[in-house]
């Protein structure tokens, strides 16, 4: 080893231990969040079900708009959770998209799978991406849903509801091509951009006669 690099290998070591080091406590602080939030959360639901039942009538519609609410936040818990696991390790395999998606129920929005191709991918994020993506959908005004597989390293949702203008579909794409999200995009199509980014893809909209549609174009596994 040349004296004169000494230093240079000398600093790269310590930037390697520091990032080990981070990594470790970003890992170690993931799992100590998933407890921490998920807990609370998964009591609140239960105690607002047994709410549910015991209060009056016309109590209902409104425990039942704070637990769907609470839903919604867990939703978005596990889906930023998830993606922060998988920042350090992205675990791909064969999907069952059918079954991927029977795991993922939304009240109120019916979904229809076409699965003509099989996707390789991190399982726990593209359902990240789904949950997120249904999410949107519904509180849109969306009945239905259609998750179809366009590419066979290609994921489409494709919902019922007004859409945007074209004008306005532009805009989105724009800001997403550019990961300009504040102020231009929801936490869905963020979310389900970064999942795309993390398996070396992106998120398009593409244009369709009906509703809305957003497809995560993975690459290759």
């Known amino acids: 080893?040349?004296?004169?690099?000494?230093?240079?290998?000398?600093?790269?070591?310590?930037?390697t231990d520091r990032l080990a080091r981070r990594?470790?406590?970003?890992?170690?602080?993931?799992?100590?969040a998933a407890h921490s939030l998920r807990t609370p959360l998964a009591g609140i639901d239960a105690q607002l079900a047994v709410a549910l039942r015991e209060c009056?009538?016309?109590?209902?519609?409104?425990?039942?708009?704070?637990?769907?609410?609470?839903?919604?936040?867990?939703?978005?818990?596990?889906a930023l959770l998830t993606l922060f696991r998988s920042g350090v390790d992205l675990r791909r395999q064969p999907l069952d998209l059918a079954s991927l998606v029977g795991?993922?129920?939304?009240?109120?929005?019916?979904?229809t799978v076409e699965a003509s191709q099989t996707l390789s991918a991190d399982g726990d994020l593209l359902a990240a991406?789904?949950?997120?993506?249904?999410?949107?959908?519904?509180?849109?005004?969306?009945?239905?849903?259609?998750?179809?597989t366009p590419a066979s390293a290609a994921l489409r949702v494709h919902d019922d509801g007004p859409g945007v203008s074209a004008a306005r579909r532009g805009e989105l794409q724009e800001a997403i091509a550019a990961q300009a999200y504040e102020g231009?995009?929801?936490?869905?199509?963020?979310?389900?951009?970064?999942v795309a980014r993390a398996h070396g893809g992106?998120?398009?909209?593409?244009e369709v006669d009906?509703?809305?549609?957003?497809?995560?174009?993975?690459?290759?596994?």
Do not use: C, K, Y
Not at 210 to 221: D, K, P
């Open 103 to 111: 795991r993922l129920p939304i009240e109120g929005l019916s979904i």
């Open 202 to 206: 992106r998120l398009s909209l593409p």
């Open 23 to 32: 990594l470790a406590h970003e890992r170690a602080f993931t799992a100590h």
């Open 1 to 15: 080893e040349r004296a004169e690099l000494r230093p240079v290998h000398a600093a790269i070591d310590a930037l």
């Open 210 to 221: 009906r509703g809305f549609a957003a497809e995560l174009r993975l690459a290759q596994a």
């Open 129 to 148: 991406a789904l949950l997120n993506l249904f999410d949107n959908a519904l509180r849109n005004g969306a009945s239905h849903v259609i998750v179809s």
């Open 56 to 78: 009056p009538a016309q109590l209902q519609p409104r425990l039942q708009r704070v637990r769907s609410a609470a839903a919604r936040l867990q939703r978005v818990v596990t």
């Open 184 to 194: 231009h995009t929801g936490l869905g199509l963020m979310l389900a951009d970064l």
